[in-house]
């Protein structure tokens, strides 16, 4: 059987020293105590075939949770899965297609130097300079997410970090960078995404400044989709909060990695996105075609 390793599973970025919660086994807090109560489960699976299918499909859920969100900018944004049996190839959603038009159907395999190996359609340029040097130069990340959106884009023209104003972005307290180099520079030259690749060490996200979020992720495309909306989610709340002159009162550093541990995980990552994912199979059956 093949699943997702209880390592992957507890994967957060940095070490947090500050808990001191009894989990008995469990991954994370959130996990019921109490058995027999329905709740999400990390899947195994019989086959590779059974878990390439698994992971082409979060992606295209990835990608239509993207739609939702507004994360579209003509044919700007990609989002990967490395393939469970090649670990060289990876798993993206093809050139000039709206978010919301992506499927089963065209999705493409490509390779680490931008090679389509399966589907019809073109690979993204710049996604493949992006992902490709972030997924050859990593082994252990096996998901990313990029997207022009409106604030992530805003906030990245300051050059800075999230401060830790709430809880929410108290998920990414030192777990994620700013990356300086190349910025505003369309990435669609190789060297630079090794310049990108470089800064995701231990992290799992990074604002490109004069350009843009990204999210990185060792466990799911469910938790690279989901870190990538609540990184934008938090950039929008930084902007508001900026532009009512009032200066805020950030969470204290210890609090900040209490909360990043119990609600920045990998795992919790995964989590959220089991509500999103169901929604969009209630409601756009055509995902599968």
Same mark, same amino acid.
């Given at each position: ?14 070490? $947090?020293?500050? /808990?001191?919660? $009894? ?14 109560? =329905? ?66 159907? $065209? ?11 399966? !589907?019809? @359609?073109? =690979?993204?340029?710049? !996604? ?9 130069? @990593? ?26 104003? /709430? ?39 990074? =604002? @490109?400044? $004069? ?53 920045? /995980? ?24």
């Amino acid at each position: 059987m093949l699943e997702v390793t209880e390592a992957q599973a507890k994967s957060s970025g940095p070490t $947090n020293p500050v /808990s001191a919660i $009894n989990l008995q086994g469990r991954v994370s807090i959130y996990q019921p105590e109490q058995a027999g109560l =329905i709740f999400p489960q990390i899947p195994s699976f019989a086959s590779r075939a059974a878990h390439r299918q698994h992971l082409k499909e979060r992606l295209v859920g990835a990608c239509r949770a993207f739609a939702l969100q507004g994360f579209d900018y003509g044919f700007a944004g990609h989002l990967t899965i490395r393939d469970p049996e090649h670990p060289d190839l990876y798993w993206t959603n093809p050139m000039a297609i709206h978010f919301s038009q992506v499927k089963l159907s $065209n999705l493409i395999l490509a390779d680490h130097q931008g090679r389509v190996v399966q !589907g019809k @359609h073109a =690979i993204n340029r710049a !996604g493949f300079v992006l992902h490709a040097a972030v997924h050859e130069a @990593h082994p252990d990340i096996v998901a990313m997410c990029h997207a022009h959106t409106v604030y992530g884009t805003a906030f990245s023209a300051l050059g800075r970090k999230l401060d830790p104003i /709430s809880q929410d972005a108290a998920a990414f307290f030192e777990d994620h960078v700013v990356i300086g180099d190349e910025a505003g520079q369309v990435a669609v030259e190789v060297k630079a995404g090794h310049k990108v690749a470089n800064a995701f060490a231990g992290v799992k996200a990074a =604002i @490109h400044q $004069n350009h843009g979020l990204l999210t990185a992720s060792r466990h799911s495309i469910e938790a690279a989709a989901f870190w990538f909306i609540a990184l934008e989610r938090c950039c929008q709340q930084q902007l508001m909060i900026e532009a009512a002159g009032a200066k805020p009162k950030l969470v204290p550093e210890d609090k900040a990695r209490y909360s990043r541990e119990h609600v920045g /995980s990998e795992y919790i990552g995964w989590l959220h996105f089991q509500a999103i994912w169901d929604q969009l199979v209630a409601t756009q059956p055509d995902m599968f075609d």
